[in-house]
């Protein structure tokens, strides 16, 4: 698994970007494919999940509906609407082995992790 994160920049507040992860070594299929987050000196937090095999989904309670989970068959995507300064972080794509039960929100339960990108939100 390697998975490849694109998508990031900088953007302003209110605007929307949209990130991609692929896995550059085969499908993602049978896995569970999460987004993380990590702002400037702070620890790396969960953003989102889906479960390839049934597309269900789960977001942490504090992004209020901004953001949406998706994916098709050669890459998970991760929609980011309304962004605010506080949005701005490394985002890491990540993913579980195949067949994990459940949307898992800790990272010690992904074992396969992208190098991230930026996403930077100025005023």
């Known amino acids: 698994v390697q998975l490849v994160e694109s998508g990031g920049g900088s953007v302003e507040a209110g605007d929307s970007l949209r990130l991609s992860c692929v896995d550059s070594?085969?499908?993602?299929?049978?896995?569970?494919v999460g987004w993380f987050r990590q702002p400037p000196g702070k620890e790396r937090e969960f953003v989102a999940a889906?479960?390839?095999?049934?597309?269900s989904t789960r977001y942490a309670d504090s992004l209020e509906g901004r953001f949406t989970i998706s994916r098709d068959q050669n890459a998970v995507y991760l929609q980011m609407n309304s962004l605010r300064t506080e949005d701005s972080a490394v985002y890491y794509c990540a993913a579980t082995v195949p067949y994990a039960r459940g949307l898992p929100s800790r990272r010690i339960d992904y074992p396969y992790w992208g190098q991230g990108t930026q996403v930077t939100v100025f005023l």
């Open positions: 889906i479960k390839w095999s049934d597309d």
């Open positions: 070594g085969g499908p993602l299929s049978e896995a569970t």
